[in-house]
């Protein structure tokens, strides 16, 4: 089965610009969860989808963070506008049935991304 | 506040030792805690422990759970250069958030 892709691998803009996160999980997995990982920190919960609703969205940072999953499939994560501190990698991961306890996560190779 | 802290940050040791990578936590409202294996991109899932004193194994690796002292150790016997990765230890919550340690760097010189 294909894995969780993310797209870009790698995003690189300047501080204010927008930036889109793609994420499509693994076909059939209704939870997507996203996560970020700031240099030198532990990997942070953002949000989770079950189907194309926010089951908890309590890790956005702030309202320049919005996530959607359009028809429960692919979710974007878009930035706007970009500030320093969003450089990080940001991961999608999705799982059959809620959390781990009933089916692992499979995460994606995630999106680095660098606001200069 | 919920937190999962691991030890070391980062280990060097030759192929062939044996290591022991540890987890302790601390959340309110435990479900599971979960071993992963991130070399280059996406973390890849080794375990999940629910149970106190159950060892789970595969291959060279083990781990087991104390959930009475709130850790749990990662052992890899007989290293091999492809050991190395990060291992990250997180815990789940029975409303599905996992929280994330900082990981251990392994590092397994020839």
């Known amino acids: 089965e294909a894995g969780v892709t993310q797209f870009p691998s790698h995003s690189v803009i300047e501080k204010g610009q927008t930036v889109t996160l793609r994420c499509d999980p693994i076909s059939g997995h209704d939870n997507l969860y996203w996560y970020r990982r700031v240099m030198g920190k532990e990997i942070k919960f953002l949000l989770h989808f079950v189907k194309e609703s926010k089951q908890d969205e309590s890790g956005m940072p702030n309202n320049r963070f919005l996530a959607e999953r359009t028809g429960g499939t692919y979710s974007t994560l878009k930035v706007q506008p970009a500030e320093l501190e969003d450089s990080g990698v940001y991961f999608c991961?999705?799982?059959?049935?809620?959390?781990?306890?009933?089916?692992?996560?499979?995460f994606g190779n995630g999106t680095r991304l660098t606001v200069t | 506040e919920d937190k999962v802290v691991q030890s070391p940050l980062s280990l060097v040791v030759h192929e062939g030792d044996t290591v022991t990578l540890n987890c302790s936590y601390e959340?309110?409202?435990?479900?599971?805690l979960l071993w992963y294996k991130q070399e280059k991109k996406a973390p890849t899932f080794l375990f999940m422990l629910t149970s106190s004193g159950i060892e789970k194994k595969s291959g060279r690796l083990s781990s087991i759970l104390d959930k009475k002292e709130l850790f749990s150790i990662l052992n890899i016997t007989a290293t091999q250069t492809g050991d190395s990765a990060v291992y990250l230890c997180?815990?789940?919550?029975?409303?599905?958030?996992?929280?994330f340690g900082k990981g251990t760097r392994l590092h397994i010189l020839p």
């Open positions: 991961a999705s799982s059959l049935r809620g959390g781990s306890y009933n089916s692992p996560l499979h």
């Open positions: 959340v309110t409202n435990f479900r599971s």
């Open positions: 997180a815990v789940e919550c029975w409303d599905d958030k996992i929280i």
